[in-house]
């Protein structure tokens, strides 16, 4: 076979261009694209925005603002952020199948992560997430990951899933309801755990702020905070977590001073 040299379109019988198509935006203007977005999340967009110097380093926060909305992030959401941040609808959606911390179906009150990686799950995080699992499932039906055991958003509600690494685990296993931990935790401990949550009981978690909804959380995590004295006055570690720093307080350890010089750096081989 002989193949064409040159320019390939100079081979066709036309060199027309094909017709471009035009399309046009389902979202009547101005926005909001859904009711949803009122003139109070309009107003947190525009704050949310004004704080970073290229508009579209706000995806993130605004993302999380959408979802304290939506109770999770839907097209409508997707597309209010796209507008918002002058974006491709394609550029938010990468960023929202990229992060697990976006949900795409409508969550419960409570999202509880059970670690199962390495560490949590030797120690007991698979066993935490299978019981987890057939707790809030049906009868022959455990529940999935990122499922949901009851209406979502509705009081005790639970949106469940696997999680890789809490960054815990000296405090192994743990789990997290709406990112706040729970250290230390078993099966039984856990199953407990969960089930006051189903009866609208909010357990003070080990580490942390209080506990509140998701929404809630969702929304702290976009920058907007009420009583933000009482959201940071629980504990933040745990006594596992600054042993070594305690025991060499009690042993009169320091680190060895800086030189007042830096030691000279090893010459670079000559190039060959």
């Known amino acids: 076979m002989t193949l064409p040299e040159g320019m390939p379109e100079s081979n066709s019988a036309s060199t027309a261009k094909p017709a471009e198509r035009v399309f046009e935006s389902v979202v009547a203007e ?3 694209v859904s009711p949803t977005f009122d003139e109070l999340t309009r107003q947190r967009t525009k704050e949310i925005i004004a704080l970073y110097p290229q508009a579209r380093s706000a995806l993130l ?19 209010y952020c796209a ?7 394609a550029e938010v ?28 799950a030797a120690l007991g995080g698979d066993d935490i997430y299978a019981r987890l699992q057939e707790r809030l499932g049906t009868e022959g039906r455990p529940l999935g990951h990122e499922e949901t055991a009851g209406e979502p958003g509705s009081t005790g509600s639970i949106t469940l899933e696997h999680a890789e690494c809490l960054a815990a685990c000296d405090l ?17 401990s856990a199953t407990e755990l969960v089930e006051a949550l189903r009866r609208g009981e909010r ?20 920058g907007f905070v009420d009583d933000a ?44």
């Open 30 to 32: 101005p926005s909001p």
């Open 61 to 79: 926060p605004l993302l999380h603002l959408v979802q304290s909305v939506e109770n999770h992030v839907s097209q409508d959401g997707i597309r």
């Open 83 to 89: 507008e918002a941040l002058d974006l491709s609808l």
């Open 93 to 120: 959606t990468a960023v929202v199948t990229f992060y697990t911390m976006y949900k795409r179906t409508p969550c419960g009150e409570h999202l509880v992560s059970v670690c199962t990686n390495t560490l949590c």
């Open 172 to 188: 192994a296993p743990v789990l997290q309801v709406n990112y706040e931990y729970y250290d230390n935790q078993s099966v039984e």
């Open 203 to 222: 357990p003070a978690p080990t580490r942390g702020a209080p506990l509140t909804d998701l929404r809630t959380v969702e929304l702290e995590i976009a």
């Open 229 to 272: 004295d009482v959201r940071v006055a629980g504990p933040s570690s745990a006594i596992e977590s600054v042993r070594g720093a305690q025991l060499a307080a009690d042993r009169g350890w320091v680190a060895p001073a800086m030189p007042d010089e830096p030691p000279a750096m090893p010459a670079l081989p000559e190039k060959k």
